[in-house]
């Protein structure tokens, strides 16, 4: 039986704690292996196990930042010896690569990328002291992994021809999701928000961190013109370090009575649920899990065509759900009044969405992962 580490610097909370517990269903349809997550932060007994694939073992090495981690995690390849290492984020790779160079561990690693490194290095993460330079230390440690794979196209484009990062293998595999964990959650109904329980009203729906990287700002303008058309209301959910911004700006658009931040809920399908659709108004992204999400349990999606081309992959030109450009209130605009006032695009992209999807079943994604590692063995 051969065994997968996953590596990651949090499996309590945030985007990779979803992305390490899906993979693991993704790995689990294949009985000859066996899994162990690392984490780097939280304790055992706040990890919410029941996300991840029965079976899987979680271990956190004995360090508390990131960048100390180095030793522990080369003692657990000398001494554990798994045959594959999946790390993630980008920082995380570059740890998973020293500590491969240290310990003499002959298994193969496989670093993953999420976002565009051109882009989190130079908006984001700029002038910061790791990330803001990782395209730097891409170019002189990525070549030291065994394999790259990136979530999406644009995201492997970035790393070929903008960072020059060249490795043998190097393949672009979406996230995968456990999807009837998602419909089994978002099933949870009960009274959420007066805006949700009123059937008269259009309830519009947005999650996740209150950050430059989601383009709230945006979505907010965009919003200030709807608000002109229809008596249509806005939810947010998330938190950041945006909120005080944001908040500022919602009272200098008057938008008080048609705009809510709701804060962090840690469930928040049952709200994507009940709203009339679902928009993401991103500046960059690399997948856009919460639109699969949204998709999953029957919302219809509004996506700006972020940087990073994860929202194009997903709804493929508005195939799946409406994608306009994404510097462009007024075609956000257009997108949003366009769900409230026709039922039938509202119901087409229900049906498609849904079906869409199910491309990012686990058991589907695995059979990819399965094939890269066929290729580096």
């Known amino acids: 039986m051969r065994k997968i580490a996953i590596l990651t610097q949090n499996i309590t909370t945030g985007a ?8 693991t269903h993704a790995f689990s349809s294949n009985e000859l292996f066996m899994i162990e997550v690392l984490y780097i932060k939280g304790e055992d007994n706040s990890i919410e196990k029941s996300i991840f694939s029965p079976g899987t073992n979680f271990i956190k090495l004995s360090s508390r930042r990131a960048l100390t981690s180095v030793l522990p995690l080369a003692l657990y390849l000398i001494k554990k010896k798994p045959d594959f290492l999946i790390s993630m984020p980008s920082y995380i790779n570059i740890i998973a690569i020293f500590a ?46 065994d394999a790259l794979v990136a979530v999406s196209e644009d995201i492997l484009d970035d790393l070929k021809f903008n960072i020059s990062i060249s490795l043998p293998v190097m393949e672009h595999i979406p996230n995968p999701l456990n999807l009837q964990l998602i419909k089994k959650k978002g099933a949870l109904i009960k009274k959420l928000h007066p805006w949700l329980d009123n059937d008269g009203l259009p309830c519009f729906i947005s999650v996740g961190r209150l950050a430059k ?46 705009v809510e931040l709701l804060g962090f809920k840690k469930n928040p399908f049952p709200y994507i649920k009940k709203a009339d659709g679902f928009v993401l108004s991103s500046k960059e992204e690399g997948f856009g899990l919460v639109l699969v999400e949204s998709m999953i349990i029957g919302t219809p999606v509004i996506s700006t065509n972020a ?43 229900q049906k498609k969405g849904e079906a869409r999807a199910l491309r990012y079943e686990p058991a589907k994604i695995g059979i990819e992962w399965n094939q890269l590692f066929k290729k580096i063995m």
């Open 100 to 145: 491969k160079l240290i310990s003499a561990w002959k298994g193969k690693l496989i670093i993953t990328e999420h976002a565009t490194m051109s882009g989190e290095c130079f908006s984001e993460h700029k002038g910061e002291l790791i990330m803001g330079h990782m395209h730097i230390l891409a170019k002189l440690f990525y070549k030291y992994a």
């Open 213 to 258: 990287q989601k383009n709230y700002s945006l979505l907010l303008k965009a919003f200030c013109d709807v608000v002109k058309k229809s008596e249509a209301k806005l939810i947010i959910i998330g938190e950041g370090y945006q909120r005080k911004e944001l908040t500022s700006l919602i009272q200098e658009l008057n938008l008080k009575n048609s």
């Open 307 to 349: 940087i990073g081309g994860g929202p194009y992959s997903i709804l493929q030109n508005s195939k799946y759900g409406y994608l306009v450009n994404n510097q462009s209130s007024k075609e956000l605009t257009k997108a949003i009044l366009s769900l409230i006032n026709n039922e039938a695009k509202r119901t087409e992209f």
């Open 16 to 23: 990779f704690q979803s992305v390490a517990a899906n993979l």
